[in-house]
């Protein structure tokens, strides 16, 4: 907002479970102009929104919330700003490519939305919760060959043996992962969507054996210059944007 002379503030609310509601009543009084939403909500938020657009109405989850006269409109830009970011990053897979993406809450909802138009040979889906994949799955369906995958060792390095990419969207470490690096050949990028703490250890590991890889900053920061002019109808200036999010996250 300085950077394109917009008055303005961008403040974070740490909410409770139980302070959703209330928020929820504040954004309609028109007390913000809108909101970001990040993980656990951005299923719980997309269910308070009056309309649903693009593909907030396919996953049913948001991460950008506009206020239009007392209604809330949900979005998420989190699909396009993974593409972008990979994109840039030359990471993004060819057509005809198998991919696996382990987590199935919202972010990784996005990041399978994305996948499936490269198109993708193959797109599995690993999570602990074998319901939560499942249930991917099933939003997905039509969109080529998608199936999950089980949260196991096993599995999980069989799918990476012919992945061409494999993306992290939960929230641990590599430690938690049933992933093994020695398991992904050298062409399979390796990606994974937390940016904190820095070097994300999955990504070091990755570069560290020889892998093309990359964190969730660059996808942070496209999905965020995509909020932006969805509240605002101005693009942001890129440049000021990468330098401000770059001094954030190593202060």
């Not at 009084?29 to 649903?52: F, I, Q, S």
């Not at 942070?220 to 605002?232: A, D, K, M, N």
């Amino acid at each position: 907002m300085q950077a394109a002379g917009i008055e303005g503030t961008y403040v974070l609310r740490d909410l409770e479970p139980s302070d959703v509601d209330a928020f929820v009543g504040e954004l309609r009084e028109g007390r913000y102009t809108g909101c970001n939403v990040t993980t656990p909500y951005k299923a719980v938020m997309a269910a308070h929104c009056d309309r649903l657009e693009g593909d907030a109405e396919s996953l049913g989850v948001v991460n950008t919330i506009t206020v239009r006269g007392g209604r809330l409109i949900g979005v998420t830009t989190d699909a396009d700003g993974f593409e972008l970011a990979l994109s840039r990053a030359s990471l993004w897979p060819r057509q005809g490519a198998t991919a696996l993406v382990l987590g199935a809450g919202g972010a990784a909802a996005a990041v399978a939305l994305a996948l499936t138009r490269v198109p993708l040979l193959r797109l599995r889906i690993a999570a602990r919760g074998q319901t939560s994949s499942g249930s991917l799955v099933d939003r997905l369906r039509g969109s080529g060959d998608i199936a999950t995958v089980p949260w196991a060792r096993d599995a999980v390095a069989a799918t990476c043996a012919h992945s061409a990419i494999v993306v992290n969207a939960t929230p641990v470490g590599l430690d938690a992962l049933p992933f093994e690096l020695r398991a992904i050949p050298r062409a399979c990028s390796v990606v994974d969507l937390r940016y904190r703490p820095r070097p994300v250890d999955v990504v070091a590991a990755a570069l560290a054996s020889g892998h093309r890889a990359s964190d969730g900053l660059e996808m942070l920061l496209q999905q965020g210059l995509l909020s932006f002019e969805i509240w605002t109808g101005r693009v942001a200036p890129p440049g000021a944007v990468r330098s401000a999010l770059l001094r954030a996250v190593e202060a």
